[in-house]
C-alpha cells in the first residue's frame, strides 16, 4: 500500500520552455501533496505544500509563478515549471499523505534543462 | 521544527546491526520522529517514526531516549541493499524538512 507515482521519470527540454510533472497517490487517497526538490549531493529541500481544492502553500524563497502546482483531486498533484532554465535542472520528488502525517514519496523527476 | 543532527557517514558489516543515531534536544513535546532512507536517486522511503515510546517494525526498530533527545534506528541485520542515506526528522504538522542524512554503507 501507499504507493506514490510520478511520470515523467525524467525530462530534458530547452531554456524557456515549460514543463509539466504528474504525481499520483495510487491505492490512497491524498489530503495533502508535498513538492520537493534536490541538487546534486544534497538534500530535499521543501517547496511547497498542496491540499486537495486549495491553493499551495510556498515555502520562503519559492517563486510561486514560476512552480505552478496544481492540486485538483485527491490522487493527482501537477507541478508546472514554467520558462525552464538551466539553474532549474534538478531532481524534483512529491509526495502524498493521507489523514495521518506520514509522507509516501514518489519516486522522483530528473530534469534537465539544456 | 526541531532541528536534528546526524553523523554524515557510517559504516556497517553485511549481516550485523547498524545502529543509527539522531540528536533532536530542542524537541517539543508535540513532535514525532519520522525515519526515512533514500537509495540513491530514488525517493525517500519511509521506515518508521514515534514520538515517546520504542517502536519496531518489520523494517527497523526506533529507541527513543526517555527525555526524547536522542533517538537511535536499528537495523537488525544490515544487507547491501541497505546501503543509503537515512534522515532522521522531527515534525510537528505536516511538513518534512530533511536534514543532511547519515549516508549508511553495508560492507560485504
Known amino acids: 500500500g501507499a504507493v506514490v507515482s510520478q511520470h515523467p521519470s525524467w525530462v530534458i527540454c530547452k531554456s524557456g520552455t515549460s514543463v509539466k510533472i504528474e504525481c499520483r497517490s495510487l491505492?490512497?487517497?491524498?489530503?495533502?501533496m508535498f513538492w520537493y526538490r534536490q541538487f546534486p549531493k544534497q538534500s530535499l529541500m521543501l517547496m511547497a505544500t498542496s491540499n486537495e481544492g486549495s491553493k499551495a502553500t510556498y515555502e520562503q524563497g519559492v517563486e510561486k509563478d514560476k512552480f505552478l502546482i496544481n492540486h485538483a483531486s485527491l490522487t493527482l498533484s501537477t507541478l508546472t515549471v514554467t520558462s525552464a532554465h538551466p539553474e532549474d535542472s534538478s531532481f524534483y520528488i512529491c509526495?502524498?499523505?493521507?489523514?495521518?502525517?506520514?509522507?509516501?514519496f514518489g519516486p522522483g523527476t530528473r530534469l534537465l534543462v539544456l | 521544527d526541531a532541528k536534528t543532527t546526524q553523523p554524515p557517514s557510517m559504516d556497517c558489516a553485511e549481516g550485523r546491526a547498524a545502529n543509527l543515531p539522531c540528536n533532536h534536544s530542542?524537541?517539543?513535546?508535540?513532535?514525532?520522529v519520522y525515519w526515512y532512507r533514500q537509495i540513491h536517486s530514488q525517493g525517500p522511503q519511509y521506515i518508521i517514526h514515534g514520538l515517546k515510546n520504542n517502536e519496531t517494525n518489520e523494517m527497523a526498530s526506533l529507541i527513543i531516549t526517555e527525555d526524547r533527545k536522542s533517538s537511535t534506528l536499528i537495523l537488525p541485520h544490515a544487507t547491501l541493499r541497505d546501503t543509503a542515506v537515512y534522515y532522521c526528522?522531527?515534525?510537528?504538522?505536516?511538513?518534512?524538512?530533511f536534514g543532511t542524512g547519515t549516508s549508511l554503507t553495508v560492507i560485504p
Open positions: 509526495s502524498a499523505a493521507g489523514t495521518g502525517e506520514t509522507q509516501y
Open positions: 491505492d490512497f487517497q491524498a489530503t495533502t
Open positions: 526528522i522531527a515534525v510537528t504538522g505536516n511538513q518534512f524538512y
Open positions: 530542542t524537541i517539543s513535546g508535540n513532535e514525532y
